[in-house]
């Protein structure tokens, strides 16, 4: 997040107490405006009661190994980790969350390269040899793990914060964010308010046109070893399912 000394912004993987039953729901991130912040720093708490893995990683540089991995660690169940950047033009990428053996996706950065990193000029954050053990291609869990999105960035004098948790794909793991301010005026609460309270089972997703399937891999212990596949992800085969077809008729007139 961009922020001065009175604020900050938190990732949360949300705990077993806040299950519920699973609704089909589609996150519409909306932009805020924070003047005269110019820091980021997000927070990475993982509130469930197993281990979870968080990789954080942007999309920066052409070729094979196009993103770069700011974050890659596994965090015990109450606690958390951080990436603070003193100077960040821009900020931006997916946060996935995890609870399997064998699925890092490389090597994240320390605090410190983070910090050195974010503050370079873009047209030097490719190429540069001290940096190219953080580049990977696409993660081993993308097809699965949880997942968020977020861009923070300088515009005209401010700062644009923009986050969402996905709720297109996949359901595997509860998430949030929040924005803690001492200070929160002129702040829409809409533009934090993208929450994914509920673990799925499988009885609710196959009830919403989603289909269950189990992770490739051996969860941490505790961890669910099922997901939801969405009906969005679902119906990248319209044939597949008979949810990819229910509402056709409406729309058959714009087609």
Known sequence: VAQDKHSIFVFFLLGQEVMAGLSWLYALAL????????DVHIEFVNDC???VSFAWYQTTCPGAKPNVLFLNERVASGQQT???APVAIFAGGRVYAWAAEGKSPGQGMSQEVFADYMALPAAQKCGQQQYSSYMINAPPFMKWGAFAELTFTHTNG???N???ISMVD???LPMSWDWLYDDTAGLNTECYN???TAFPDQAACNANGGEWATIPAVPYPRAPSGYCKSPNSVCQDPSRHAVCSTSLGKFQSLI
């Open 31 to 38: 932009p805020c405006v924070s003047w005269g912040r110019h």
């Open 162 to 164: 923009d986050a969402d």
């Open 194 to 196: 993208t929450s994914l």
């Open 170 to 172: 996949q359901f595997y």
């Open 158 to 160: 401010g700062i644009i």
């Open 49 to 51: 009661d197993f281990d």
């Open 82 to 84: 951080s990436r603070v």
